[in-house]
């Protein structure tokens, strides 16, 4: 049996479909990319220092980590479907959450590229 060029093979929906899911993992990204810069902007307007500023940062970061890593010891499939449908800050922190190790922690050395 010749299978001949596989892209004929493909349903015709497939590269529709294909598609989407590219679509909808780019918006997560992007949307993950802007609640990043929301955290980091208000932490950067409470902060009284620079050490105070970073101090935040690293709890924060540090909260969001132990969180996570608690979630994939545990997870908790209620929880998981109840953070999916967002409730205000708390949907906010289970993006980030699951995305914690895209997150870079910011250091003085790279403040200006946030």
Known sequence: MDS??????LLPDLRQRI??????????RQELKEIAVTFEEKIYSTATSQQDYLQKISSKMLIVETRRSQN???????SSRQNALG??????????????????VPTVA?????
Do not use: C, F, Y
């Open 87 to 104: 409730r205000g800050s708390h949907n906010m922190q289970s993006q980030v959450n699951s995305q914690a190790q895209q997150l870079p």
């Open 72 to 78: 994939l010891i545990q997870p908790n499939p209620a």
């Open 19 to 28: 598609g989407n899911m590219i679509m909808e993992t780019l918006k997560k």
């Open 110 to 114: 790279n403040q200006t590229q946030i």
């Open 4 to 9: 001949g060029d596989w892209r004929t093979q």
